[in-house]
């Protein structure tokens, strides 16, 4: 359906952009898309519009580089999670949080093992608040986690801004703009290495830690890794998250539009 739609408007001599946050992975599928995509996909689409590095070897392989590939597809409402963190001034009650749905791709019964190591291994572990609904909801208030529910929108950058440290614990995530909206909100990250937004906005040690999606262990050290910081240095890992968050805006979007359109 969506083909007939290009093509119809292709012949009409509209420009075609794909939105793409789809990572290459080097699968047979891929593969044959790479091979037809001469004959194919370039005779319908102009420009392919990226979320980031990963998508970016996909494009490429179709054909799609230079002007006719664009990066910074999707981004968070930047201004109203912004938080500019502050000099922590005595030792808060820090917590955990986790933002999403409650289902098997997100990795959640790998965040509750995990956690449930950690609260074993620290004294006075950090409380795990999860915002969203569905499935999987039971298996993480067996693990002691706080479940807050569906949060509405306009509540989320409160409760992201007061946690200490953000958790994506995917074991699929072609991007996650939450992570932007932590990043934003000026909060440390955890995310499992298949989240596509942590190739540009997290820095191991510097904003916070990588785990191999699925391990359990790994994750639980990471928890542990966070929760041994100072106080001042989750500071740091905040500011850091904060700065490498300004890379998406709905500003940068619309400027990536227009001077594209106009190149072409």
């Known amino acids: 359906g969506y083909v007939n739609i290009c093509r119809r408007l292709k012949s009409d001599g509209r420009t075609i952009i794909a ?30 519009w990226i ?70 291994q620290v004294e006075e572990p950090w409380p795990l608040i999860c915002a969203g609904s569905g499935a999987l909801r039971d298996t993480l208030v067996e693990a002691g986690v706080v479940d807050k529910g569906f949060v509405q929108p306009d509540d989320l950058p409160k409760l992201m801004k007061e946690a200490a440290a953000f958790i994506l614990p995917s074991r699929s995530e072609p991007w996650g703009v939450v992570a932007q909206e932590a990043a934003a909100s000026g909060l440390p990250l955890i995310l499992s290495d298949v989240c596509g937004a942590g190739v540009h906005l997290l820095r191991p040690h510097h904003n916070g830690f990588i785990f191999s999606a699925e391990s359990d262990t790994e994750l639980a050290q ?40 106009q190149l072409l």
């Open 19 to 48: 939105g793409c946050d789809t990572q290459w992975k080097g699968s047979l599928r891929q593969h044959f898309a790479a091979w037809t995509a001469p004959l194919y996909i370039k005779s319908f689409i102009d420009i392919f």
């Open 51 to 120: 979320t980031g590095e990963r998508p970016r070897y996909f494009a490429q392989a179709l054909g799609f580089h230079g002007d006719r590939c664009w990066d910074g597809y999707y981004a968070c409402d930047w201004n109203n999670f912004s938080h500019q963190p502050a000099q922590p001034e005595r030792e808060d009650s820090p917590y955990f949080i986790y933002v999403g749905r409650y289902a098997p791709e997100k990795g959640l019964d790998t965040l509750a093992s995990a956690y449930q190591a950690y609260c074993q």
């Open 222 to 261: 990471s928890l542990i890794s966070m929760h041994s910081l100072t106080p001042q240095q989750r500071f740091l890992y905040g500011q850091a998250s904060y700065e490498l968050s300004k890379q998406y805006t709905p500003q940068r979007w619309s400027k990536t539009l227009i001077k594209g359109l």
